[in-house]
């Protein structure tokens, strides 16, 4: 089973920018589609963003044009770099793999993701 472990988190003000990593555990990392997830306090989780083993990408409408996600397979690491951000920005990140087909995985449900990592807390001051 893969394991995730999300860093970067931090707090910044508003408009500024920061860079989250995912690192896996395994080399079968390559092979799994990959997602971004947050939750906010209080909030259900909600998907950011997800990309396939070959590069294709996904993102919610309220982050196009301010992330984006990527992956170094050679280092088994899943990157979202986040600019502009906002207070609505603010939450607690998790990195996640989906155990399904991309059709599927870029759906962004929780429920095809199974591999979560612990998570690392973005906050935003206004």
């Known amino acids: 089973q893969v394991q995730l472990v999300e860093s970067g988190g931090g707090s910044v003000a508003a408009g500024g920018s920061l860079t989250l990593s995912c690192t896996a555990s395994?080399?079968?990392?390559?092979?799994?589609?990959m997602g971004w997830f947050r939750q906010a306090p209080g909030k259900e989780h909600e998907a950011v963003a997800a990309i396939s083993a070959g590069g294709s990408l996904k993102y919610v409408d309220s982050v196009k044009g301010r992330f984006t996600i990527s992956r170094d397979n050679a280092k088994n690491t899943l990157s979202l770099q986040m600019t502009n951000l906002g207070p609505a920005d603010a939450a607690m990140y998790y990195c996640?793999?989906?155990?399904?087909?991309?059709?599927?995985?870029?759906?962004?449900?929780?429920?095809?993701?199974?591999?979560w990592g612990q998570g690392t807390q973005v906050t935003v001051s206004s």
């Open positions: 395994e080399g079968t990392f390559t092979k799994y589609a």
């Open positions: 996640a793999a989906c155990g399904e087909l991309w059709y599927k995985c870029v759906l962004m449900l929780p429920s095809v993701f199974p591999h």
